[in-house]
């Protein structure tokens, strides 16, 4: 049936035509995937006045700002958001009530114009800004705020960033610009809370949708945010317009566009040739590959996060003594690491409270210099003894144990490194094991026991406000929870608790004081650095802060 | 023939089969949660509900031949991080990736035939060596590195071409533009095979140029180009298309790292994100796929064997 006469020149010419044929199918498809009303035939062509018709237009023209995102958003629904990349682009969509200072992340207004606590801490009003719209022309009220709380507590939607607000007990909609959110419990930071991890949903399209399921609205979304969604070809990129009729004033840059770029190297390397103007959230380690090139630059600013060593305290043969974290603290060169590590960009931690937020920072608590000497010092008297290996022994339990990182983050394994040698000096012995982050996470969240995981180090993300503490140290959370190293301390328990329910800023302060001279010394966790939130962008981009870059893009220009 | 071809589909199939069962298993025995179940602000009750949404929570076998009855009616679910259907991501990832194997194949044999001939008429000479090397450095060579130092050399220094993506944003999508983006990728993909194809055509060519026929063909007076072209390089290159056609698989799936580079959106970086957002649909889907194109090309290259070369019959 196939003949005996196998012709290569028929062989070839049908090949070719599969593949002219893939060719046409494929830019036929790409532009199937495109959600938005544009309708343009081509994949890109015709979204705006700015998108020229060669790529020397878009350079030149400057009316578009191009961000990388590392993966393909799947949800741009704020209530199903999940992953970074999601979060990126929905922050320029939607907005939420209030906005943090990108300094000193003190909460400001946004959607709200003003807000204020009852007495109790237990309820809080919100004052809308009128005449909000979202991008499809309708108002956005107090029902929609309302509306999306609802939606976010909703148990068959398990929405993940609903789990910050289970605090929520009921939300009241007191007329069509004022919204009162009833809490279960009294809670401080709660405006800090909404900054973060709420944005408001428009209840007229989603009201008659079941949101878990339909996914129409996770690829077109409409929100109230500066620029809206025009064209999103998946996995390839997204470009949104500016919305006009923004509250704050229409953004000074007509078109935004987010490439997927999974590979670092390759967006420096776009930065570079101009085809990204700007890198939110670049990595320490990759500064020395822009600084000092002309016409690039990095702003630094502050960041929520601080790297922490942690032990598992529920292995109290090892690490049940106070006085063997402090000289584990001891043993490790703080300095070196920030320089090492971040390039110099941070400092030396000394509690979970970072210090932009001036008010609540301690400085005075007790610190740790590296001072070898003195760990050693410590472990002697805590009854260890060096055997003959150099290892530390007592009641023949070894300080010889296992220290866990994760992959994909080059300053958590160089970290694991660096302290390892730090301790191996003393004559702590520790095996390095960097396990990818699924399975790590699953590790040191589900296996603290006894026989649990020993130590690892990571970096935690807590909100901007003293209280995002609450989780990592209270002991509700050391079972299961985000405490990860099982710490149960009921002094701590108190304090954190009179620091979450005090609307007084001078008594939180009191609180958080103590509750950060109670963990300097008891180290549930070894605090180690607090690094910077990095942008990196060309010089002739203005207006954007070096932190949270991406909530602020309505100020935005080039020169 | 036909027996032949009933007896390969029997295989293809138990194949298919074991392949997908045994990634089936490794992915829930793989440690590590899916990353819709890895957020700091979940409870472990959330965590259940989440098991029991996704159909976690029944037993292993149950989900096999739940997975099973829904892929054999064309269902292959909906991803998990992507809240898409399975098969319409693949489906509009597939030309992508098809777009990038066939310019990286045709690059590849073209070239890699040409230099192999070359290679093989001037044995031992400096051209036989240069070509020799620079196929060795093309098969030795990580392509994460020669991706990197292209994408460094061509459009950072020298600004001549396109880093990544496949067209130029908010540009016309113009075929040239669309071509300029695929210079780079199509070269670092096709650097690893072009290689195998030199070695291949060269030594085969070298083999049959010592056939009695060859001596025969010269000897009644025909022309070397004719003598190479028609005698020569159609014999020598039965071994080759055994290579292309097992290079096929791996320019489909094995170009997960030339996608993550060069930011193509294929199936390769698919499969890559799918793995580590642990995104079961996604990766059986991926897996279905790869599966399908391997068996399939390995089914064509023995059918086109048998074609091109007269000494291998069906029995």
């Known amino acids: 049936m196939l003949g005996t006469t196998f012709s290569r020149r028929r062989f070839l010419a049908t090949t070719g035509l599969i593949a002219a044929g893939t060719l046409l199918s494929n830019c036929s498809s790409s532009s199937t995937s495109t959600p938005s009303s544009a309708g343009s035939g081509q994949a890109t ?57 990108p300094t000193n992340f003190d909460p400001k207004p946004y959607l709200a114009e003003s807000w204020e606590a009852s007495a109790d801490a237990k309820s809080w009003t919100f004052k809308l800004r009128s005449r909000v719209k979202f991008h499809d022309g309708t108002d956005c009220t107090a029902d929609d705020v309302k509306f999306t709380m609802d939606k976010m507590l909703d148990p068959k939607v398990n929405s993940a960033r609903g789990k910050q607000f289970l ?17 279960k419990s009294p809670w401080a930071a709660f405006p800090t809370i909404l900054a ?11 009201e008659s949708v079941d949101v878990a ?35 704050l004033g229409p953004p000074k840059i007509d078109t935004m566009a987010f490439k997927v770029l999974p590979d670092a190297n390759i967006q420096i390397a776009q930065l570079k040739t101009g085809e990204l103007d700007a890198i939110p959230f670049f990595p320490d380690a990759s500064i020395p590959a822009v600084s000092g090139q002309t016409g690039l630059t990095v702003d630094s600013g502050a960041a929520s996060i601080w790297y922490a060593m942690h032990l598992n305290l ?5 690490f049940g003594d106070q006085k063997v974290r402090q000289a584990l603290s001891y043993a490790i060169d703080r300095q070196a690491l920030i320089d090492n590590l971040l390039g110099g960009h941070g400092q030396i931690a000394t509690g979970p ?91 040191v969240r589900d296996n603290r026991g006894p026989d649990g995981y020993y130590s690892f180090v990571s970096y935690m993300t807590p ?46 302060k009191d609180a958080y004081f103590k509750f950060q001279e109670i963990v300097a010394v008891d180290l549930p966790r070894i605090f180690l650095f607090y690094p910077q939130e990095h942008l990196a962008r060309h010089t002739n981009l203005m207006g954007l802060p070096s932190s949270n870059a991406l909530r602020f893009t309505e100020n935005a220009y080039f020169t | 023939m036909i027996v032949y071809l009933r007896r390969r589909l029997w295989h293809a199939a138990i194949v298919f089969a074991l392949v997908n069962t045994l990634t089936f298993a490794l992915v829930r025995l793989a440690p590590g949660l899916p990353q819709i179940m890895t957020g700091d602000t979940l409870t472990n009750a959330d965590r259940m509900q989440f098991r029991h949404n996704l159909g976690l929570d029944k037993p292993i076998l149950e989900q096999y031949f739940l997975w099973w009855s829904h892929v054999l009616r064309g269902d292959l679910g909906t ?174 799936g094995g170009s997960i790292i030339v996608e993550s580079i060069f930011a193509w959106p294929g199936v390769g970086r698919l499969a890559y994100s799918a793995a580590l957002t642990r995104d079961y649909p996604m990766i059986m889907g991926v897996t279905i796929l790869i599966s399908v194109v391997v068996l399939g090309a390995n089914l064509v290259t023995d059918i086109a064997y048998t074609v091109v070369d007269p000494r291998i019959r069906f029995e």
């Open chain 1, 45 to 101: 062509g015709s979204t705006s006045a700015a998108a020229g018709s060669s790529p020397a237009a878009v350079k030149s023209s400057k009316n578009t700002i191009t961000f990388p995102i590392i993966a393909n958003p799947g949800t741009l629904n704020p209530i199903k958001e999940s992953s970074t990349a999601e979060g990126q682009v929905a922050s320029v969509i939607h907005c939420s009530l209030v906005r943090l200072d």
């Open chain 1, 167 to 183: 605090l929520v007990d009921s939300t009241e909609v007191v007329d069509p610009s004022t919204v009162t959110f009833h809490l």
């Open chain 1, 196 to 206: 973060g991890r709420w944005d408001v949903v428009p209840k007229h399209i989603l």
């Open chain 1, 213 to 247: 399921s339909d996914t129409s609205f996770d690829k077109k979304p409409i929100g109230i945010g500066p620029y809206t969604l025009s064209e999103w070809v998946a996995s390839d990129h997204l470009l949104l317009k500016a919305n006009k009729n923004f509250f």
């Open chain 1, 314 to 318: 529920n292995r109290p043969d090892l």
């Open chain 1, 353 to 443: 409270i970072i210090p932009q937020i001036t008010w609540a920072y301690d400085p005075n608590v007790m610190q740790y210099p590296h001072d070898p000497a003195k760990a050693k010092a410590l472990l002697t008297s805590a009854g260890w003894t060096q055997g003959s290996d150099g290892v530390w022994t007592k009641g023949g339990v070894k300080l010889d144990f296992t220290l866990s990182a994760f992959q994909g983050n080059s300053t958590v394994d160089q970290c694991a490194t660096l302290v390892q040698q730090n301790w191996a000096d003393i004559g702590v012995k520790t095996k390095i094991e960097v396990l990818e982050f699924s399975t790590f996470i699953t590790q």
């Open chain 1, 463 to 508: 909100e901007p406000e003293p209280d995002g503490n609450y989780a990592y140290f209270a002991s509700n959370n050391a079972e299961r929870g985000s405490n990860f190293t099982a710490y149960k301390n009921p002094e701590v328990d108190q304090l954190l608790e009179t620091g979450r329910a005090e609307t007084d800023q001078a008594k939180r």
């Open chain 2, 79 to 252: 991803s998990w991080t992507e809240h898409t259907p399975v098969l319409h991501v693949l489906l509009t990832r597939l030309p992508n990736t098809l777009i990038l194997a066939a310019c990286a194949m045709l690059i590849s044999s073209i070239i890699g035939i040409t230099a192999g001939v070359l290679s093989a008429v001037y044995l031992y000479s400096p051209l036989d060596y240069a070509v020799t090397s620079v196929g060795l450095f093309g098969l030795a060579v990580p392509s994460f590195w020669l991706g990197l130092m292209l994408i460094l050399l061509f459009s950072v220094h020298w600004q001549l071409l396109p880093s990544a993506g496949m067209y130029t944003l908010g540009g016309s999508a113009a075929i040239t533009d669309r071509l300029t983006h695929l210079i780079l990728p199509t070269l670092v993909l096709a650097a690893g095979t072009l290689a195998q194809i030199i070695r291949f055509t060269r030594s085969s060519l070298v083999d049959i140029l010592g056939e009695d026929y060859i001596r025969t063909a010269r000897a009644k007076g025909l022309p070397e180009r004719i003598v190479l072209l028609r005698h020569g390089l159609r014999n020598a290159l039965i071994p080759v298309i055994t290579v292309l056609g097992l290079q096929l698989p791996r320019f489909i």
